[in-house]
């Protein structure tokens, strides 16, 4: 037989032949470390530390000219607020000079105060709103 044939017949039975499986280790019960036998690396699994992200505050700023109907229907319209709600931090910005309107993650609230200043400014109305990092 030439050389080409008789390799082709040793890959043909290496190809049957079953392939041998990994064996891992387990170290302890807790199943902190894994042994690979073959290559006798053995690697520590560390449980990652999550963080909640940091919050920041929506605030929506008092002005002498927007109609306090709009503001209402700002915070119900972005901020998700009933009409009651709505209209409670309402006063609370008339009285108060600003309010608290929402605590979200940093993209979410800058996302938010863009939209109410935005659609403040189509409707002609110099409604603001902030963020500012919670404490």
């Known amino acids: 037989m030439n050389d080409i044939a008789e390799g082709w017949t040793n890959l043909n039975m290496t ?3 079953p392939v041998p499986e990994v064996v891992r280790y387990q170290g302890d019960d807790t199943g902190d470390t894994d042994q690979d036998r073959e290559g006798g690396l053995a690697t520590v699994t ?19 000219y927007t ?15 009933n009409r009651e709600k709505a209209t409670q931090i309402m006063l ?13 993650p940093r993209d979410i609230a800058e996302t938010k105060s863009e939209q109410v200043n ?7 109305h110099p409604l603001m709103s902030m963020v500012e990092m919670t404490d």
């Open 118 to 124: 935005l659609y403040a400014q189509e409707n002609n």
């Open 92 to 104: 609370t910005v008339h009285t108060e000079g600003a309010a608290t309107v929402g605590i979200f």
């Open 67 to 81: 109609p306090m109907e709009f503001v209402v229907h700002i915070l119900e319209r972005f901020f998700g607020m």
């Open 15 to 17: 190809m049957r032949d």
């Open 46 to 64: 560390a449980k990652p530390e999550l963080k909640r992200p940091p919050m920041f505050k929506v605030i929506l700023l008092n002005d002498d």
